[in-house]
Each structure stands twice: as structure tokens, then as C-alpha cells.
């Protein structure tokens, strides 16, 4: 299993994400408030198991991912979502 520590700009901020990479389907797994993406550990090597690409993500504000200074609201993070699947291809 790969383990590719990566970031990605968006919106003035810098989101930090794992992705054990591969052909195999994305699944980018979500924290909830105050955790971040070790949360998710035992999910992580099940489903590379099955065969999907894991992709952990620490929300803006959390864990690794740095806030950009706006005030943090739902749509932002969608927004932040949608660019890491953009990115991901």
C-alpha cells in the first residue's frame, strides 16, 4: 500500500491528504469536527484490500490542513471536497 502524503491549494488555504494511489475506485473518506484523517486507519487498509484507492482528507482547519482565515462554514468545506475530486481526476 502507498501512502502519498500530498497537499493541495484551494481557496488561500492548504488542504493536506493521503492517497494510497492505484487504479482502483477513489473513496475520499471525511472526519467530523476536532478529528482528522488518522481517524480512519482500520477503513483505510480495508478498502485497499478490496481494492479501492483510499484518500484521507484533514478538512481545512484540522489536523495537517492549514484554515485560510475566512470563517469556516459547510459550503467551504463542500467546496474544499470538490476540489480535492477535481484534483483526483
Known sequence: MQNL???LRVDG????FEDDGGDGVPVVLL????TDRTTFAAQRAALASAGYRP????????????????PLTADLLVADVGGLVDHLD
Do not use: M, N, Q, W
Open 5 to 7: 502524503d500530498a497537499e
Open 13 to 16: 488555504c492548504t488542504l493536506r
Open 31 to 34: 472526519h467530523g469536527a476536532g
Open 55 to 70: 484518500v484521507l482528507l484533514d478538512l481545512r482547519g484540522h489536523g495537517a490542513s492549514r484554515p485560510s482565515g475566512v
